[in-house]
């Protein structure tokens, strides 16, 4: 993917947009390249490119100033949490200002009365955890990056994580927001109470990848941790074997707080990198984690156990202290690091489908990885049908980049085919932009466009990340009218 | 007024782009059974959905039911429980306090975004949609969402149409998440407590790890925490509840827990009196006994019911509070109150949604014009 050449009318008044954020943070704005240089990309750090200038707000007055000077002197803006995106959301453009919120960083309530917390949008998704965990509590959604994602790049981009077929994404664990409007308007949505009157305004700006305005505060909801949890590792000769048995756990009524599938690739390179124990000849790995009262536990690790035989499982462990739950853990989380072990480079795809057709998906992909003629390894988050495919490749070899992506557009449009989506947590960005046709049709797309327009009509805000082409809002707003005959000649009328 | 009633989106499309050409607005329905609640619309014609009907895709183990928008939630309801699943976020049933007959269609259910007892615990209705269909004020279809549990590919619209109350856009199909219906469950009732204690006791339930799935406290009646799951879990818990509140409480085995919640579903408790007005108010939780004490001060004879630990508060009003008044005595930035059951010409008279701030409510128009330019769909519902 080529990012947009800057807009040299922009570039040339450089100077005097880097003047005007001075006055409005003085000691927050980074204009010497050398400093930028750590701005120039996000995860997705095949894209990379130097930002316009970088400003880091300290308080909401400062980011609703920063907003309305952009507007009046038709400046883009970036907004960026901690930058870990994997789907280009937070990549620089270089006729843009990009708006870190990291200075954001306080903890301003906790209310475990209200079984609630209210933070600056730069803390941490674990830091939420660790404020409460002496009290029993956590936040749910669990990024794999939550050690560094900042939880308003969680709301940005309605992050979820290997918990969330139980405990739900961001957008289910968010009771409320303050935001900047590009008017320069700041607004209070939901609160320490539930559900906010009139439109959903939260609904929508949750997963809308900085389109939309900045957010500047934001409270969620906290859980008490469950008393215990305990895995159970299950390794199959066939992938569909393990399909069917997760098909079965579902059927049977058990929602496990974690269900994870590796395929044997996945498998092999975690076992290579961590030493979990994983079967390294099975086709399919899954692990399955109930969490609850030890006796429900219990009760359900039996059951779960029982239909892993049935469904032929020919490894079949369950955890019986922590160390071995986390040790089960420990190859899933590291899938990541260990592909990169086995090869220079790799792109890790998000696409979701419907649980049934995975073993179709599979065999297809692996159809496709020859084609393309380059390796793929899966890891899944089988509970919700989130497939994530680590393509690997070298990026010193001229063309596996673009073979990578091209291979990774086709898994897309499997997912799509198949009556699945284009992305089931890492957002679209500017990696899927161009996949969004593949899963809606123009009115479609119109349509949100149309939201794009009632919040930012100038389209200031991430430009090129979503959606393909912007509209003027104007066009978008017609209003299309065939006719005007009345329907139904025999119209029934009562 | 004269309804068109199309047995299938193209049919409802075709009667939108009648309508917009005509700029002539449209009342929106399913069977009406929520017809009474918000300001009354004014419109020469109505569109009803309930011609749209059917359950269109049902995998229980993909955890996704799809349906047109005028399936009755009966239906729906029956389809899941020969599965072994259901709607997790329990929506009530306004019927019985609305005077109407059933419990109306799905589009109606998202329309209104009705969510139960349980929506503290999983989740709201919006939590559980996953996309829809529909048409917008120039009379295109258009999707949004998926048919699967995990996606955030675009702007989620969804959320957006559920509990818009059909001012947005005509629904025609709607995908939501489902799950299994817990296997066993126990209700703890304890009697006659004061309401203070008694919210101050189902807070205490919800911050100890009992995993409780309703918390309710009728003003003068019942307070009940109910535990859901498999039975050997639900019998460990309540034994454990049970020590931590250290009252005299009694159990409500499986089928007896599920009669009280099905009749707090139907909001029983609060359908003596039909001339009272029906208030429902989101609040901080440790908020709500006080905002009860201050509107008692004004109508001695308020009656009040407390759901979500005192997240939720239902109020039986006298007709001589108004809602301005009953407003102010919520502490700014606590909550919000709208007004479910009224005379029409109270309700015409303004003030059934909260008011929201200048810029909350100019985004608001700008979004309702992104959808409907011509403003056709529910004319001034939710003013």
Not at chain 1, 221 to 236: H, K, N, S
Not at chain 1, 286 to 301: M, R
Not at chain 2, 133 to 142: A, D, V, W
Not at chain 2, 293 to 318: E, K, M, N, V
């Amino acid at each position: 993917m080529q990012l947009p050449v800057p807009d040299p009318t922009i570039v040339t008044r450089r100077r005097e947009i880097v003047q005007t954020l001075r006055e409005i943070v003085p000691d927050g704005v980074i204009a010497e390249e050398a400093a930028m240089r750590v701005y120039d990309s996000d995860g997705l750090s095949a894209l990379r490119q130097m930002p316009l200038v970088v400003v880091l707000p300290r308080t909401t007055d400062q980011v609703a100033r920063v907003l309305s000077a952009c507007r009046r002197d038709g400046v883009n803006i970036v907004p960026r949490g901690a930058g870990t995106s994997l789907s280009g959301g937070s990549t620089p453009l270089g006729d843009a200002v990009t708006l870190g919120m990291s200075r954001f960083n306080r903890i301003l309530d906790i209310d475990l009365d209200n079984r609630c917390a209210t933070v600056q949008p730069g803390v941490t998704n674990l830091a939420i955890s660790w404020a409460v965990e002496a009290d029993g509590f956590y936040y749910a959604p669990d990024p794999s990056s939550q050690i560094a994602c900042s939880i308003g790049g969680n709301v940005a981009e309605n992050a979820g994580g290997v918990h969330c077929l139980k405990y739900g994404l961001t957008a289910n664990n968010l009771l409320g927001l303050e935001m900047v409007l590009m008017t320069g308007e700041v607004i209070r949505l939901g609160g320490r109470h539930l559900d906010q009157p009139g439109y959903d305004l939260m609904g929508v700006i949750t997963g809308s990848e900085g389109l939309l305005g900045i957010i500047t505060e934001v409270t969620v909801r906290l859980l008490r941790r469950p008393e215990t949890a305990r895995a159970v590792l299950m390794g199959f000769d066939d992938a569909r074997q393990a399909g069917a048995c997760v098909a079965a756990i579902i059927a049977a009524g058990i929602i496990p707080a974690g269900l994870e599938m590796m395929d044997g690739p996945a498998i092999r390179a975690a076992e290579d990198f961590v030493h979990a124990g994983y079967p390294v000849t099975a086709d399919a790995l899954l692990i399955c984690e109930l969490d609850g009262p030890a006796v429900e536990v219990d009760t359900l690790i039996a059951r779960v156990e029982s239909l892993a035989r049935a469904n032929g499982a020919t490894t079949l462990r369950t955890s019986t202290t922590e160390d071995e739950r986390l040790l089960f853990w420990a190859g899933r989380k590291a899938a990541f690091p260990a592909a990169g072990r086995i090869s220079p480079d790799y792109l890790c795809m998000d696409g979701t489908i419907p649980r049934r057709r995975l073993p179709e998906v599979l065999e297809r992909m692996q159809g496709l990885s020859r084609q393309h003629g380059l390796r793929v390894a899966n890891v899944f988050h089988a509970g919700d049908g989130n497939l994530h495919p680590l393509i690997l490749f070298d990026a010193n070899r001229p063309g596996e980049l673009e073979r990578a992506e091209a291979f990774g557009a086709d898994i897309l449009r499997l997912c799509v085919e198949v009556g699945g989506v284009l992305t089931g947590e890492h957002g679209v960005g500017l990696e899927k932009r161009d996949l969004m046709p593949v899963m809606f049709g123009p009115e479609d797309i119109r349509q949100q466009q149309r939201i794009k327009c009632a919040f930012d009509p100038d389209h200031r805000l991430n430009p090129g990340k979503v959606y393909p082409t912007l509209h003027r809002c104007a066009e978008l707003g017609k209003l299309h009218v065939s006719g005007g005959h009345l329907p139904f000649p025999d119209l029934p009328r009562f | 007024m004269d309804w068109l009633t199309p047995t299938d989106e193209t049919a409802a499309a075709e009667a939108i782009r009648w309508a917009a050409a005509r700029r002539e607005p449209l009342e929106i329905r399913g069977q009406g059974t929520k017809a009474a609640v918000g300001t009354p619309v004014k419109a020469a014609f109505g569109l009803s959905l309930t011609g749209l009907r059917g359950i269109t895709a049902y995998d229980p183990a993909e955890l996704v039911l799809t349906a047109a928008a005028g399936t009755p939630v009966a239906e729906i309801r029956t389809a899941l429980s020969d599965a072994g699943q259901h709607l997790p976020f329990e929506p009530c049933d306004l019927s019985g306090l609305l005077g109407s007959e059933g419990e109306g269609t799905l589009g109606g259910l998202v329309s209104a975004g009705l969510s139960g007892a349980r929506r503290p615990f999983a989740g709201a209705c919006r939590d559980h949609v996953l996309g829809v269909r529909g048409i917008g004020g120039s009379g295109l279809p258009f999707r949004a969402g998926g048919q699967v549990v995990k996606n955030v590919t675009g702007f989620d619209l969804s959320k957006l149409l559920c509990g818009a109350w059909g001012t947005l856009a005509v629904l025609t199909e709607i995908s939501l998440k489902v799950l299994p219906a817990p296997e066993a469950q126990a209700t703890l009732i304890l009697d006659g407590l004061e309401e203070e204690r008694a919210l101050s006791l189902l807070r205490q339930a919800l911050r100890s790890p009992a995993d409780v799935s309703g918390a309710v406290h009728l003003s003068g009646g019942d307070t009940a925490l109910r535990l859901e799951g498999p039975p050997e879990s639900v019998r460990w818990r309540t034994q454990g509840l049970r020590d931590l509140l250290g009252l005299p409480c009694r159990t409500l085995d499986t089928d007896a827990s599920r009669d009280w919640w099905d009749r707090w579903q139907r909001l029983e408790p609060l359908q003596a009196d039909p001339d009272r007005h029906i208030w429902k108010l989101s609040l901080v939780p440790t908020q709500a006994a006080a905002v009860a004490r201050l509107l008692r001060q004004a109508d001695p004879a308020l009656r009040a019911a407390f759901d979500w630990g005192g997240g939720l508060l239902w109020l039986a009003t006298s007709p001589g509070l108004d809602g301005a008044h009953l407003r102010q005595a919520i502490p700014p930035g606590s909550g919000h109150a709208t007004l479910i059951r009224a005379p029409a010409a109270v309700r015409a008279a303004g003030g059934v949604f909260p008011p929201d701030s200048p810029a909350v409510t100019a985004l608001c128009r700008r979004l309702k014009d992104s959808f409907d330019p011509a403003g056709l769909f529910n004319p001034g519902r939710m003013a």
